[in-house]
């Protein structure tokens, strides 16, 4: 098995109620858990930032489908790369509505887009989005 990581972000068409985010999360378990696809998804100032992990190819045709669904428009992929392990294997979908959440939260992800978009490490280690998913993934509760 080849995992992979992906990273997207796109424009929100409407105004998303919790219900609305919740009843893509419900969907988005149900789906994932049988490709085994894990990962989470933002949503903040209408925008949705969704971070995939699982077999490549996989994520690959879920990438796709995401591209075709009316509920948002211009998906920006910010990266697919090889991953060692997962970050989040106990959510086939997390959500975070950061619109719930403080600005420090709100600022993680803009940071998290823009190291992204932008790739660092710091000293060598891993990827600076990968520390801030990490973060993201300690605010969640199995």
Not at 77 to 103: I, N, Q, T, V
Not at 128 to 139: A, G, Q, T, Y
């Amino acid at each position: 098995m080849a995992l992979a990581q992906l990273l997207y972000i796109s424009d929100a068409i409407d105004r998303n109620t919790l219900d609305d985010l919740l009843e893509i999360q419900s969907v988005s378990i149900r789906n994932n858990a049988r490709l085994n696809i894990t990962g989470i998804l933002f949503h903040a100032e209408g925008h949705f930032v969704q971070f995939l992990e699982g077999e490549r190819s996989d994520i690959l045709d879920l990438f796709e489908a995401i591209c075709q669904d009316e509920r948002h428009e211009n998906v920006r992929l910010l990266y697919e790369r090889p991953a060692k392990e997962r970050l989040f294997e106990d959510w086939h979908m997390a959500m975070l509505d950061l619109e719930l959440h403080g600005d420090v939260e709100r600022f993680d992800l803009q940071e998290l887009v823009y190291h992204a978009a932008h790739p660092a490490t710091r000293n060598g280690d891993e990827p600076m989005d990968l520390e801030i998913l990490k973060r993201f993934r300690n605010m969640l509760v199995a």
